[in-house]
């Protein structure tokens, strides 16, 4: 898929650094988002942090020498609820464990979803600006907010993703039409149930990627893909961005048996562990990606977002790497 990002006119290094997309909130934003939520705050004050946290995380980024960055979603709680709140068709229930001991507000789909304006894009925009380096589009895909909300209104699980599919696209062409050119599309339920996936979650992936002219990126944790693999194959999107080292690298006996054909964000940091791997573990892990994918393949960045880390966590993380990553360029006779 490198033909279709110089296309684009994005030339990457080989094996391209980035990361899922959220990053801790410091804690003057989490002070600030409990006084927001109490009325102790304005929206206006809050935006200011927002907007403040962003811009470091921006910077770290850069200096910690990441290829393709993200916003940091400092403007975001749950990744469900934040777009609930703002599509048409949606009411908010109280919180809901997750897992373990964290919670979310389920979003509840209540009449026909719509689209009310762009979601995300000033903050694509505001990002974008702050670095010469791509910046990704980030939306929540349409079957991880139906299967994450209590559907009242549809009739079908079908119905309920379908309509998201069509009201996600238009965030999805704001975005584009924004400037945006990578655009990742998070599905952590993809495997929820694995029938779904051959009876409607490709037509929905259709209608959201429908042309537009950008590098699609879906990114799915949480899986069980021995149960949709070889078939999620077949969605209309360039990179599968997958959580890997949680699992200790099992998928990679399954993608042996099967090639896999497409680019692959390859998660070579557990994010649910507080240990911060260090550069051989890293670097063993890019190798063993690289028994599985060409390098021209291959992407690397953690398993999923990392906003549950400290900050420390987070950029020592992001530092292995880096650090790896520099050292199986050279390997391979790059950088």
Request: proline content about 5%; overall charge neutral; hydrophobic content about 40%.
């Amino acid at each position: 898929m490198r033909e279709k990002l110089e296309k684009l006119g994005l030339n990457l290094p080989l094996l391209p650094i980035t990361t899922v997309g959220s990053f801790p909130k410091p804690p003057y934003l989490i002070d600030a988002r409990r006084k927001f939520a109490t009325k102790l705050l304005g929206a206006e004050e809050l935006k200011k942090l927002e907007d403040q946290a962003t811009r470091e995380w921006v910077a770290l980024q850069e200096k910690i020498g990441l290829d393709v960055l993200v916003d940091g979603e400092m403007y975001r709680g749950d990744m469900a609820t934040y777009f609930a709140q703002n599509l048409g068709g949606f009411k908010i229930s109280g919180p809901v464990r997750s897992y373990g001991n964290r919670y979310y507000r389920k979003p509840i789909i209540t009449g026909e979803v719509k689209w009310r304006g762009p979601i995300t894009v000033d903050w694509w925009k505001f990002a974008q600006k702050l670095t010469k380096r791509p910046v990704k589009g980030m939306i929540t895909g349409p079957y991880t907010m139906m299967d994450w909300s209590f559907n009242e209104y549809y009739p079908s699980r079908r119905d309920a993703c379908l309509d998201l599919a069509k009201t996600l696209h238009e965030e999805v062409v704001a975005l584009s039409n924004a400037g945006a050119k990578i655009i990742q599309i998070d599905e952590p339920a993809l495997s929820v149930r694995p029938e779904e996936l051959s009876g409607f979650v490709g037509e929905a992936m259709r209608m959201v990627t429908r042309g537009i002219n950008a590098y699609f990126i879906i990114h799915c944790c949480y899986g069980a893909f021995e149960f949709i693999y070889p078939q999620m194959l077949d969605l209309p999107v360039d990179n599968f961005d997958l959580e890997m080292s949680n699992s200790e690298l099992d998928l990679v006996e399954l993608f042996h048996k099967y090639p896999f054909t497409k680019d692959m964000s390859f998660g070579v940091v557990d994010v649910h562990s507080h240990i911060v791997e260090d550069v051989g573990l890293v670097k063993k892990r890019i190798q063993q990606a690289l028994e599985i994918l060409e390098p021209e393949q291959l992407w690397i960045d953690p398993d999923c977002g990392l906003k549950t880390r400290t900050r420390e966590e987070t950029i020592g993380k992001l530092q292995a790497i880096v650090g790896a990553t520099k050292e199986v360029r050279k390997l391979l006779g790059e950088g």
